[in-house]
């Protein structure tokens, strides 16, 4: 059972940068397909980023140049630079894990129940 942590939400102006970590634990992050996925109140969840097992990245439109997923194996965490920040960035980010490529739902509405693995989630805000 993989379960997923997340920290480093904030509050930012436009502008600003955050950094969002998702600890891993019950399996190694570089066993799993994974992925960060971002939701506003009453909206589906929207695919981020996600990344291969063989570490390869794959960004939606509306964050490319400004968020770069990463993972540290050592760490068994997975990182979301953000920057460039922008207020239409403002949501609640969440962790996930997957036994098949996300990348098929990056830049995609999905309803959660797609995806078997979610941690709690980390509020970002960004002010203009």
């Known amino acids: 059972q993989v379960q997923l942590a997340e920290s480093g939400g904030g509050s930012v102006q436009s502008g600003g940068s955050l950094t969002l970590s998702c600890a891993v634990s019950?399996?190694?992050?570089?066993?799993?397909?994974m992925g960060w996925f971002r939701q506003t109140t009453g909206e589906p969840r929207e695919g981020v980023a996600a990344?291969?097992?063989?570490?390869?990245?794959t960004y939606a439109d509306s964050v490319k140049g400004r968020f770069t997923l990463s993972r540290d194996d050592a760490k068994n965490t997975l990182y979301l630079q953000m920057n460039n920040l922008k207020p239409e960035d403002t949501a609640m980010y969440y962790c996930?894990?997957?036994?098949?490529?996300?990348?098929?739902?990056?830049?995609?509405?999905?309803?959660?129940?797609?995806?078997?693995?979610w941690g709690q989630g980390t509020q970002v805000t960004v002010s203009s």
């Open positions: 996930a894990a997957a036994w098949d490529t996300l990348s098929v739902v990056v830049g995609v509405l999905i309803p959660p129940g797609n995806v078997p693995y």
């Open positions: 019950g399996d190694t992050v570089s066993s799993n397909y």
């Open positions: 990344i291969e097992k063989d570490g390869s990245t």
